[in-house]
Structures are given as structure tokens and as C-alpha cells.
């Protein structure tokens, strides 16, 4: 597959996602071409923290392969990974990143800060942009609609203190 068709893939995990309620973020780890896991952001659904699509992706690579070190993988994700996932990426090994949308407020691949560029033991190779404007386009949609919804939801009152 083409990098292309991965980030495809990439964005259909991001769509479920959204189809959860949850911020449509997807991940593909890929091995000389072909698909070895695919995921989703699960946090709200799963009421877990650690359930980034990239750290979903990397853990089920992880057991397909049958070892910790991905350095023949690479991995697509549909945003740019946070602090958390670029952390796992460098202890995973993972020789390429190629993600779509950048994230301002806490893209860890040069939008805020750059943990590649530190001296880590691993640096993998960063590829940015491709079909961003798929990714943001969910994205924004996922948050417009998500403000509506809230929007429409009737406040409680805070209580009356004597």
C-alpha cells in the first residue's frame, strides 16, 4: 500500500471513532507496506487515559509481531501525536511517523515542542501533512458538533449557599 492509501486507513479509523463520540483520531502501524494494526481513540468509551489510537495501534503491533522493538514499522496517524504517544514511539523504535493534521496544542513533532529533536536514544523520521485537510476537516467537525450538543444541554443551577 501506498502511504497515501495508509493514511486512508488512518482517517477510516479516525471516522469510527467519531462514530463513538470520541475525538476522531486513527493510527495505522504498517510493515513494508501492509497494514499490522489499525485503532482508534477509545478514552471516553474505554475510560482509560492511556486509549490514544497510537498507543492502541503500537500495542497490538506489538503482540501481532510478537516483540517491543517496531523498528521496521512505521506509523500514520491522522494527528500529530502528543507527549504521551511520541514517548512510545521512541521506546518502540518506530523508524517513521507520517502524521496528517498538526496539533497546536499539544503535537509533540514541532507544533509545540519537538521530543524527536532531543537526544533520545531513537529518532525516527517525521513526515508531515499528508491529507491534513481530510484530518482537520473531522476534527472540526467532531468539535462543532460537539459544542452544539453542549450548547443545547440545559445547565444545572449551582446550589444556593446560605
Not at 463513538?20 to 499490522?36: F, M, R, S, Y
Amino acid at each position: 500500500m501506498t502511504d497515501f492509501e495508509l493514511m486512508g486507513a488512518a482517517l477510516e479509523e479516525a471516522r469510527k471513532a467519531a462514530a463513538l463520540g470520541e475525538v476522531p483520531v486513527g493510527a495505522v502501524v504498517a510493515k513494508d507496506g501492509e497494514i499490522i494494526s489499525a485503532a482508534h481513540n477509545t478514552r471516553e468509551t474505554e475510560k482509560n487515559a492511556l486509549h490514544h489510537a497510537e498507543l492502541l495501534a503500537i500495542d497490538a503491533a506489538c503482540k501481532k509481531l510478537g516483540g517491543w522493538r517496531l523498528w521496521q514499522c512505521e506509523l500514520f496517524v491522522t494527528l500529530e501525536p502528543c507527549p504521551m504517544c511520541s514517548g512510545a514511539i521512541i521506546n518502540s523504535r518506530i523508524k517513521r511517523v507520517v502524521y496528517g493534521a498538526a496539533d497546536v496544542k499539544a503535537g509533540c513533532c514541532g507544533s509545540v515542542t519537538d521530543l524527536f529533536a532531543q537526544p533520545f536514544n531513537h529518532h525516527p523520521v517525521i513526515e508531515k501533512g499528508l491529507r491534513a485537510d481530510e484530518a482537520q476537516q473531522l476534527l472540526q467537525e467532531f468539535f462543532v458538533s460537539l459544542r452544539v450538543r453542549r450548547a443545547a444541554k440545559p445547565r444545572r443551577k449551582p446550589p444556593v449557599t446560605p
